[in-house]
């Protein structure tokens, strides 16, 4: 039996179904490597975008790297611009949006992995 490697090389992300014009790339995690330890993913979320309060079960770090995102966060409001950072404990609710006229692009990193069954997302 050959002996398994140490490192992963992902050539494609898996890129989630989306049906709100946001593009997510799951580069590591669940869905794209099998790994639930932890996930990266690229995401660029559209102008005038948002998605429903929830509350992950994971912790969560945002990068943003161009244009800027807004979080409502256990009813606080923080807006990140490119170059800055943001970690959101496990358990908060939170709400992701982009308000404003430009794309947002970013990238997160969830620990352990994202998943649809512990994001707890808000009807």
Same mark, same amino acid.
């Given at each position: 039996?050959?002996?398994?490697k140490?490192y ?7 890129r ?7 593009l997510?790339?799951e580069?590591?995690g669940?869905?794209?490597t ?18 429903p309060h929830?509350r992950p $079960?994971?912790d969560? =770090?945002?990068i943003?790297? !161009?244009? +800027?995102?807004?979080?409502?966060? %256990?009813g606080d ?6 170059? $800055?950072?943001l970690? =959101?404990?496990?358990?908060a !609710?939170? +709400?992701?949006?982009?308000p404003? %006229?430009?794309?947002?692009e970013?990238?997160?990193?969830c ?13």
């Amino acid at each position: 039996m050959p002996t398994p490697k140490n490192y992963f090389r992902n050539p494609q992300p898996f890129r989630v179904p989306t049906t709100d014009g946001k593009l997510i790339e799951e580069h590591v995690g669940l869905a794209s490597t099998g790994t639930g330890q932890y996930s990266v993913a690229h995401m660029v979320a559209p102008p005038q975008w948002s998605e429903p309060h929830q509350r992950p $079960e994971f912790d969560e =770090i945002t990068i943003v790297v !161009r244009g +800027r995102k807004r979080f409502e966060i %256990d009813g606080d409001v923080v807006e990140l611009e490119a170059g $800055e950072s943001l970690l =959101i404990r496990a358990g908060a !609710r939170v +709400r992701y949006s982009n308000p404003f %006229d430009a794309e947002c692009e970013y990238w997160s990193v969830c620990v352990p992995a994202f998943s649809p069954a512990t994001v707890h997302r808000e009807e």
